[in-house]
Nanobody, 126 residues
């Protein structure tokens, strides 16, 4: 059974940091692109960051570039999202996802990912 278990969300003040984790099981972790998406109230889900299956290249939405860092630990089958300098507009439910295809994950497109975690709430107060 495929599972993606996201954790690490919470309430933080603007300027603070959080580290999200997503533990994966039930599929060959290294074969898949991994990504983080987020959905704020009343908005569509958007791609935040991804890490490529083939070469580990990372990509970021412009809104988080320079503040967020995605990484993965193959030994633990876990993908992380380190979020620094958080802003109130980062408030959202964050989802981890995994998808398999040949090529880059640049573009962080929702329809390319077939495995999804349950989401973890991140709230940034001003």
């Amino acid at each position: 059974e495929v599972q993606l278990q996201a954790s690490g969300g919470g309430l933080v003040q603007a300027g603070g940091s959080l580290r999200l984790s997503c533990a994966a099981s039930g599929f060959t972790f290294d074969d898949y692109h991994k990504a983080w998406f987020r959905q704020a109230p009343g908005k569509e889900r958007e791609g935040v960051s991804c890490i490529s299956n083939s070469d580990g290249r990372t990509y970021y939405a412009d809104s988080v570039k320079g503040r967020f860092t995605i990484s993965s630990d193959s030994a633990k089958n876990t993908v992380f999202l380190q979020m620094n300098s958080l802003k109130p507009e980062d408030t959202a439910v964050y989802y981890c996802a995994a998808g398999f295809w040949y090529g880059s994950c640049e573009g962080i497109r929702e329809h390319e990912y077939n495995y999804w975690g349950q989401g973890t709430q991140v709230t940034v107060s001003s």
